[in-house]
């Protein structure tokens, strides 16, 4: 079926500033942190997107089922369902396949994790903080390609096993991080201990996710395995 198409009009004093045929339908943005969330829907609705959000991978797929968005944003790491769960299982279902896909992420930034991403069918992969020129022009560029995008779905036991790979690799970063935190919080003086502080209990809270999903993933290996 041919995909309908609208024209929107770009705030006048964009670099953006021109009519773009773009797919009907709202742009979901899959962000578990709150005011991180609020920049980015501020950001687009400014420019005259049309906005649906999620706060993880499994509400996202409940709005999709709703909205039918023209393109997702997502987050990697996130409680319930991450990102690349989620593109997991928008690429397995023919209703979703195509809808382009865009990674923020501030935890998945080396080359075999932007490859990872990259083999999910992402259509870009942007890095935290984001540069909000560079993020709408990513997001015009995207809404207006071709998006024929025919990336065949990973089987169950690949996609868990090269994502418990990426999971490996973040658990040893920031194990290392935290260990580093630790140790400077000993040799600073009071005023800026709090700062640090707060930046070692972020880390800590990623670590504990990551391990909760790693955990997990574990089990699901286990249970394929058991049944092959």
């Given amino acids: 079926m041919p995909v309908r198409r609208k024209i929107i009009v770009l705030a006048p004093g964009s670099r953006y500033n021109a009519a773009m ?18 920049l980015l829907e501020v950001t687009l609705k400014f420019k005259g997107y049309p906005v649906v959000t999620a706060m993880n991978g499994q509400e ?36 979703s396949s195509q809808i382009p896909l865009i990674f923020l992420s501030a935890t998945y930034l080396n080359s075999d994790d932007k490859a990872f991403a990259m083999s999910l069918g992402a259509a870009r992969f942007l890095e935290k903080p984001i540069d909000t020129e560079e993020f709408l022009l990513t997001i015009a560029e995207v809404l207006t390609m071709d998006y024929d995008q025919h990336v065949q779905p990973m089987d169950e ?6 994502y418990r790979e990426r999971l490996e690799s973040k658990l040893k970063h920031k194990n290392t991080q935290i260990a580093r935190t630790e140790r400077l919080l000993h040799t600073l003086p009071d005023d800026q201990k709090p700062a640090f502080q707060a930046l070692l209990e972020q880390v800590i809270s990623d670590r504990d996710e990551i391990q909760s999903e790693l955990d997990e993933l574990h089990k699901i290996l286990s249970q394929i395995k058991d049944e092959g």
């Avoid at 045929?21 to 609020?38: A, Q």
């Avoid at 797929?61 to 409680?79: F, G, K, N, T």
């Avoid at 036991?157 to 090269?162: H, L, M, S, V």
């Fill in 60 to 95: 996202a797929l409940d709005v999709i089922q709703r909205e039918h968005p023209a393109m997702i944003i997502s987050d990697i790491l996130m409680p319930r369902m991450d990102g690349f769960t989620l593109a997991h299982n928008l690429r397995k279902d023919p209703r």
């Fill in 157 to 162: 036991e690949e996609f868990y096993t090269r």
């Fill in 21 to 38: 045929s773009i797919p009907y339908g709202p742009i979901l943005i899959v962000e578990d942190v709150p005011n991180v969330l609020e």
